[in-house]
């Protein structure tokens, strides 16, 4: 559906107070999720949660063989790359789903949440640019789309743009009323080829997401959500023993291969998501040309296409101190009960 210039613009003006969101969500396919939706769950006074949308996801061998997932530099720091991808084990897109599914619901019950639904996606990825794949998420992101509200429903994308591209393509109205915030591979003036698991794992959903001209926030994970690094010694100081819902996050981290070696980090990419949604302010943005995404996953540059939204910077302590503080407010008032 095609905006106004001028209406566009208004809607990727960065909000000023509190908005309501979707989350849609590949939780449990590395850690990064679970922080993003915690940390939305304990901001209720600044984020209306209307609802999780669970998005697809696959695991196995490809995300090492395929250049679409790894950066050269994640590749170099890999060794017996065919050895590992030999022992990893294999998810499919609707099992992931009900994966992403259950854990949305714990996080829900450890934070004491009642409120909002847990919806299930798409258990297959788009076969082309064309043809939605029906699910519950998607009936439901157009609903809420279009309820009456001041100012647009803002879908913080985490995953796939599965669930958000098929909505799309099923109700294209739903354009003028939402804001898509969406993190993935490397800025738009990026001169090399993207590598990125939300883009990689749907390629058709992303084309449809960046052509079909719904308001999008775009925040790259390289070099935006890159910075957002945290380390074991950080989640022992300030996340473990901050209630049900910090011990859970730690535990999680616990479980992963990242924080096994001294002085390792771990990037928690999709807290820029929630970070914008809560302050704009964290994520200096401006409006450029959205650009084409090539057969080779190439940005190629159109400057007479649509605009969005691009963050080109973050301010990292900001949004973790905010994080921790949340943490300790919800401990706090857990243990008082």
């Known amino acids: 559906m095609a905006l106004t210039p001028a209406l566009r613009e208004h809607l990727l003006t960065p909000p000023t107070g509190p908005v309501e969101i979707v989350i849609d969500t590949d939780v449990t396919n590395e850690v990064d999720d679970q922080f993003a939706v915690a940390w939305a769950l304990l901001r209720p006074d600044r984020l209306r949660l209307r609802a999780l949308h669970a998005c697809p996801y696959s695991l196995g061998p490809h995300l090492l063989r395929d250049p679409g997932f790894l950066t050269d530099a994640e590749r170099a720091q890999l060794r017996d790359v065919e050895a590992r991808a030999a022992g990893m084990p294999v998810v499919g897109a609707a099992e992931a789903v009900e994966r992403a599914a259950h854990e949305c619901r714990e996080l829900l019950r450890l934070s004491g949440r009642t409120d909002v639904p847990v919806v299930d996606g798409s258990r297959s990825f788009l076969v082309d640019e064309q043809t939605p794949v ?49 993190t993935s591979a490397y800025p738009s003036f990026w001169p090399r080829q993207n590598s990125s698991f939300n883009l990689a794992q749907d390629i058709p959903a992303a084309r449809v997401l960046l052509d079909s001209g719904v308001p999008h926030v775009y925040l790259p994970g390289y070099y935006v959500g890159e910075q957002l690094r945290t380390s074991a010694a950080e989640l022992d100081a300030h996340v473990r023993g901050r209630g049900p819902l910090g011990d859970h996050l730690a535990r999680v981290c616990a479980e992963s291969s990242w924080f096994t070696r001294p ?52 301010q990292r302590d900001a949004i973790w101190l905010d994080l921790y503080a949340a943490l300790d407010e919800h401990a706090t008032s857990t243990a008082a009960r």
């Not at 100012?151 to 098929?166: D, F, K, M």
């Not at 943005?285 to 969005?308: A, G, N, Y």
């Open 134 to 182: 029906s699910s519950d998420s998607v009936d439901s992101l157009i609903a809420l789309a279009h309820e009456d509200r001041e100012g647009p429903l803002y879908v913080l994308a985490i995953g796939c743009a599965t669930n958000v591209s098929s909505a799309l393509l099923t109700d294209p109205t739903i354009c003028e009323r939402v804001v898509v915030v969406w």
């Open 263 to 314: 002085g390792a980090s771990k990037v928690v990419w999709d807290l820029v998501n929630v970070a914008w949604a809560l302050d704009p302010s964290w994520l200096p943005s401006e409006l450029v040309p959205t650009p084409v995404l090539d057969d080779d996953l190439f940005w190629r540059q159109k400057p007479d296409r649509h605009v969005m939204r691009e963050a080109h910077s973050v």
